[in-house]
């Protein structure tokens, strides 16, 4: 990536975050068949929780995981095969602080992300709502075949559903990246089964390979001479938890260097704005619906008009949007980006793409940016209190 070879890479530490980023339209087809050859198996353990009186189904993960929750809860609240389900988004970091704030006693699924499933919240998590739930079905989504938490899940007996992903989704690197996207993509179709008609795997492995190429030109030009002090991701609905992640990897991958954020299209309004400044750049994701892209270019005219004179950028699926001076803009190519789910997928590319440019740029190690271990690629230092219920 970004015209370095692959020893190269190794030499700045950087090669398996640039590989992990660079193969996840292959990776995506690998998710995809396993999800069609299991549809049977995913559609009877549904059905046994709906026979049950399951309603309430919770997306459960710490850090970037939780941010997975956050993007795929208002795409299957617009869209699914059951939406009669209460689709709730809800951080483990959260849930193990402060339990009964969170769950109730009644039929739920409990669907929990991790990608080496070993996250102290995740197995205590389980814990947890086996002791406040009595009608609880699990499903752990993960990438990772021998983590603790398919083990703990697993005394759930055929209440708990497996959904152990490709190997090539159990990311080596310290930041998530194709693993995220995979638990995305599959806990999407998981509840929607249907949209995998839709996407022909050729295409999809191609959309995003464009993409990756499209957004390496951008980065590469744009921040040839210069990495962001600041930078800001915003977007709507669902795209917020994709402009959270983003954020993320940007404060990951620099080590804490860049000033990293993220907030809705509309909130950014409430008091984040103070972030502007001349140097402020500012990332937004604009949504596939019509309706909702009307804020989303009301901000970036805003910002136009406010004559600071800072990089703003915009990420669109459409040939036509309203155009301003000074505004940049990434578009999808062909029919990609009327895809809400790939529409999410492809625009997380840039800002995994453009949080390793910064990193190679600020000579930081990517596969591994905090050597002093201040963060860890899996969490560390956390106790888990006893907990009884009140």
Known sequence: MFNLDEETLQKKAAIHTASEIKHQGQVWRKVIELLRENEKMHTRFIEQARAAGAVDVLFLGAGSSAFVSET???LLFEESAY?????????TVDLVAAPEKYVKNRPTIAVSFGRSGNSPESI???DL???????????SVTCNKDGELLKVSDQLGDRHLRLVLPEETNDVS????????????????????KKMADWDLADLAISADQFLQVSQDFIMKKFAKNTPKRLIYLGSSTLK?????????????????????????????HGPKSLMHQDTVVVTFYSADPYTRQYDEDIVAEMTAD????PLIVLQGEENTRSFAGVEKIRLAGKSGDDPLLRNLLFLLFGQT???YNSLALGITPDNPSPSGIVNRVVQGVTIHPFQKK
Not at 129 to 139: A, G, K, N, Y
Not at 174 to 193: C, D, I, K
Request: charged residues 15%; negative net charge; aromatic residues 10%.
């Open 174 to 193: 310290f930041a998530m990246t194709s693993s995220f996207t995979s638990m995305l993509m599959s806990s999407y179709v998981l509840f929607h089964p």
């Open 124 to 126: 205590a998590a389980v």
């Open 83 to 91: 939406p009669e389900f209460r689709y709730q988004a809800i951080a």
């Open 307 to 310: 004559g600071l004179g800072n």
């Open 72 to 74: 795929v809860v208002p």
């Open 241 to 269: 938890g994709i402009a959270h992640e983003a954020s993320l990897k940007t404060l990951e991958l620099s080590a804490g260097h860049i000033d990293a954020s993220f907030e809705s299209v509309m909130g950014f309004r």
């Open 354 to 356: 453009l949080a390793l």
């Open 129 to 139: 709502l086996e002791q406040l739930v009595d009608e609880l079905f699990l499903v």
